[in-house]
């Protein structure tokens, strides 16, 4: 019997609730692209929550990461949708990412970095280039904390340069994008499958 997975979308828009978002959108269709490959889920949008800047995994009185670093333990696929500004992920992505260094003092019960055997994706959008800048620096983050990366974990959507297009505004997904989705969807529930039937080692001391 295939094991039963479960994914969290941390969407990391710099617009709050209820405003319409590019990245919620794109994430929330990488999220129903897993759902069709059998994993549950769940989204957060970071931005609406109290997150304290800092690299513990708890910083104090008013923090709202221990309660979103809960669900990113309990889930077996993490999933960051962010939009390009200037080229880069925003400041709630980067916080995303400096929150989860906390992670790489934490073990598991077998003495391994809490976050292996997860797998981690991203979905980006922009209408300026960026995605593959993006992507570079999220994954090798995620990679240092403990996430394993599939192949071709990204999906992303760039517009025209200096356009005023947003990906919420098109009035149908492009064809690439969605079926580009539908793999990252894929290779994620697949690699998340085989991780849990094969875990990684102890790492040598």
């Known amino acids: 019997m295939e094991p039963n997975l479960t994914a969290v979308c941390l969407v990391c828009t710099l617009k709050p609730s209820p405003a319409e978002s590019s990245a919620e959108l794109l994430g929330s ?6 759902a069709a490959e ?5 989204t957060v949008r970071v931005v609406d929550h109290d997150v304290k800047p800092g690299v513990e995994a708890d910083m104090g009185d008013g923090d709202a990461w221990p309660g979103i670093r809960k669900q990113v333990q309990a889930a077996d696929i993490l ?14 992505a980067q916080r995303v990412l400096e929150r989860l260094d906390a992670e790489l003092s934490e073990q598991d019960e077998q003495g391994r970095p809490a976050m292996f055997d997860k797998v981690a994706v991203a979905a980006i959008v922009g209408n300026e ?16 904390v403990g996430f394993t990366i599939p192949a ?3 999906t992303y959507w760039n517009g025209e340069a200096m356009g005023s297009v947003d990906y919420k505004d098109l009035e149908e997904t492009p064809e690439q994008v969605d079926s580009t989705t539908k793999s990252v969807a894929k290779f994620a529930a697949h690699l998340a499958r085989t991780l849990r039937i094969a875990p990684y080692p102890v790492p040598v001391e």
């Open 152 to 154: 071709q974990g990204v």
């Open 29 to 34: 269709q990488l999220m129903d692209a897993l």
């Open 38 to 42: 059998g994993v549950t889920g769940s």
């Open 79 to 92: 999933v960051i949708a962010t939009p390009t500004w200037m080229g880069h992920m925003t400041s709630i």
């Open 129 to 144: 280039d960026g995605a593959h800048q993006i992507s570079a620096e999220l994954f090798q983050a995620l990679n240092d």
